[in-house]
C-alpha cells in the first residue's frame, strides 16, 4: 500500500472517529476526572479558593451518621427492588406472552398499562402516590380501615418509608423490565419447545427450566443491569415524596449528592458522593457480568 493511501485512509479514519472520541472526552472522562480531584478538595460552590484535605470526604461519608445511612438505605433499596421488579416483571411477561397466542388484543392493552408507569413523568407519578398513600384522606388506609387492618403513615413511619419507596420503585421498573422480557421470549426459536416436549419436557415448569430461562439469559443480564442502574440512582421519588426524611430515615447517595452540592453547596464532599457512587456502580455491574454472564447462552 502507497504511503499516501495509508496516510489518507488514516486521516479518514481519524475523521470519522475523533468527534466521537472528543465528545466522550469533553462530557465523561474530563468531567469524571474533575470530580475525583475535587472530592480530594473542601471547595465549596462560590468559593476563591479551597485546600487538600485527602481522604477526609470519604472518611466522613462512611463514618458521619448521616452518610453511613445514606449509603444503607441505597444498598437495602437495590437489594429490595431488583430481585422483585426483575421477578414480577418475567412473570408477568411469561402470561402476556401466552395470552398474546389466543387473546392478542387483551394482550396488547394489558402490556400498555403495565408500560404506564414507565411512560408518565415519574415527578407526576409521585404526587399521585402521595395522595394515594395519605394517612387520613388517601384511599389505601381507607380501605385498610373498612377492613379493620391497621393504617400506618407510609411515608412518616421510620421503619416504612424506605419500604414504601422500595414498593413504589418496583412498581416503576416492572413495566420497562417486562417490555424487555417479552422481546427475549418472542426471540426464542419455536423448534426448541418442540425438541424438549421430545425429550419429555412435555410440563411447562420443565419446558421453563430446559428451554426458557437459559434461552433468556443475554436478556436477564441486560435486565439486571439497567434495574441495578436505575434503583441505585433512585432521586424523584425521594425528593417528591420525603427529601430523604423523616431523619434520614429514605435519604439514599443521589439524594445526598444533590443536597450537599446544590443546597449547602459542598462541592468537594459532593463530588466525594459521586466517586463512590461512580465505583458501587463500576463494581456491580462487572460482578453482574462475571456471575451472570457464566450461565448466559448467546444465540
Do not use: C
Not at 487538600?52 to 470519604?58: C, K, T
Not at 459532593?270 to 461512580?278: G, L, P
Amino acid at each position: 500500500m502507497r504511503p499516501g493511501r495509508r496516510i489518507r485512509e488514516a486521516l479518514t479514519d481519524l475523521w470519522l472517529v475523533g468527534p466521537g472520541v472528543a465528545a466522550m472526552l469533553a462530557l465523561i472522562f474530563v468531567p469524571v476526572a474533575l470530580v475525583a480531584v475535587l472530592s480530594f478538595t473542601d471547595y465549596q460552590f462560590g468559593a476563591r479558593s479551597f485546600r487538600w484535605v485527602g481522604l477526609e470526604n470519604y472518611h466522613r461519608l462512611f463514618t458521619d451518621p448521616i452518610g453511613r445511612k445514606a449509603v444503607t438505605n441505597t444498598l437495602l433499596y437495590v437489594a429490595i427492588v431488583i430481585p422483585f421488579s426483575m421477578t414480577l416483571a418475567l412473570l408477568v411477561a411469561l402470561g402476556l406472552h401466552r395470552l398474546a397466542q389466543t387473546m392478542p388484543r387483551l394482550s396488547g392493552i394489558l402490556q400498555a398499562a403495565y408500560f404506564l408507569p414507565v411512560a408518565a413523568t415519574l415527578v407526576a407519578m409521585a404526587i399521585a402516590w402521595q395522595m394515594l398513600l395519605h394517612p387520613s384522606i388517601g384511599p389505601v388506609n381507607a380501605v385498610l380501615k373498612q377492613l379493620g387492618l391497621p393504617a400506618p403513615d407510609w411515608l412518616s413511619d421510620r421503619g416504612l418509608v424506605l419500604y414504601t419507596l422500595a414498593a413504589i420503585g418496583i412498581w416503576q421498573s416492572v413495566g420497562y423490565n417486562m417490555v424487555l422480557f417479552l422481546a427475549g421470549l418472542a426471540a426464542i426459536p419455536r423448534h426448541l419447545y418442540e425438541a424438549a416436549a421430545v425429550d419429555g419436557a412435555t410440563r411447562g415448569w420443565e419446558r421453563f427450566w430446559t428451554v426458557t430461562w437459559p434461552m433468556l439469559g443475554p436478556t436477564t443480564l441486560f435486565v439486571a443491569v439497567i434495574t441495578a442502574t436505575n434503583a441505585f440512582r433512585v432521586f424523584e421519588t425521594v425528593a417528591t415524596l420525603t427529601r430523604g426524611g423523616p431523619a434520614f430515615a429514605s435519604d439514599t447517595l443521589v439524594y445526598a449528592l444533590y443536597r450537599e452540592g446544590f443546597v449547602y453547596f459542598k462541592a468537594g464532599y459532593a463530588s466525594a458522593i459521586t466517586m463512590v457512587f461512580f465505583v458501587v456502580m463500576m463494581v456491580l455491574t462487572l460482578a453482574q457480568f462475571a456471575l451472570i454472564e457464566r450461565r448466559v447462552h448467546y444465540r
